[in-house]
């Protein structure tokens, strides 16, 4: 198959116009009429990663985070232009599924409920078709606060979790948003939901909901990190015999000192 039949699979599941306002979701690099020869699947584009898809004789990259997020002044030996430059040397197009794939009704939200264990799941900001913001849910039984912050670590394999202390009640309903999601926390009180967890929220807005709801941040990366697993079973639905790489290259910039 070609490049543009592996992004029409994705954009079936997730299509573009679910995205944000400020996304750049969609084609960042290469063409679409070459046929594909193994596709690389990360959360972040490095040169590393580019480097990895040379290795492992893969034309394409499918990532979450759009490695063109604003619009480049230039094209040099910096940064971005450098994986750009490299990934046009060795023919390698790259493609981003960003927040069309968080905001699809069985996207990255969902996968995250589901690691988590949540039932009867639903969108947390629901749109007419059925896709939209974050999800909420209920556990099977209640948990407590320690025993929810277990679990988190236990499934998201953090280093280190920052919450708003004690709530003082057992935790039945549970809305999550992977990354930046801190703007959906007052949605989540309104749905009714004991605790929220998102990858970033961020010091002003842990304040203001002592004994209203816990506010659970995992970082950014530990929160989103089975993407790479959901566009895998994406791919494998539709192009069984595709090649696909996940990748070996820890892409998450931040480190832990524990």
């Not at 920052?162 to 959906?184: D, T």
């Amino acid at each position: 198959m070609n490049i543009r039949e592996i992004i029409d699979a994705l954009e079936r599941f997730a299509p573009l116009p679910l995205q944000d306002d400020y996304d750049n979701s969609g084609l960042q690099v290469g063409t679409t009429e070459t046929e594909v020869s193994g596709v690389l699947l990360c959360l972040d584009v490095t040169r590393q990663v580019v480097d990895e898809a040379i290795k492992n004789g893969c034309n394409m990259i499918i990532s979450h985070h759009p490695l063109l997020f604003r619009p480049l002044k230039k094209l040099t030996d910096d940064n971005i232009g450098s994986i750009v430059m490299n990934a046009v040397r060795a023919g390698i197009t790259i493609y981003a599924s960003h927040t069309n794939l968080d905001n699809a009704s069985k996207g990255v939200n969902m996968r995250i409920a589901s690691v988590l264990g949540l039932t009867d799941v639903k969108p947390l900001v629901e749109q007419p078709d059925g896709n939209g913001a974050g999800i909420i849910g209920f556990f099977k039984e209640p948990l407590s606060e320690q025993q929810l912050l277990a679990l988190i670590k236990q499934k998201f394999g953090v280093a280190c979790i920052r919450h708003n202390g004690e709530l003082g009640r057992k935790i039945s309903r549970m809305a999550v948003c992977g990354g930046a999601g801190a703007f959906l926390a007052d949605k989540a009180i309104e749905q009714g939901a004991d605790a929220f967890m998102t990858g970033e929220i961020g010091y002003h807005r842990f304040f203001g909901y002592d004994g209203i709801i816990k506010l659970i941040e995992t970082g950014h990366f530990e929160s989103e990190q089975f993407t790479v697993d959901l566009i895998a079973d994406i791919l494998k639905e539709s192009f069984p015999a595709l090649k696909t790489v996940k990748t070996s290259i820890k892409t998450n910039p931040i480190n832990y000192y524990i």
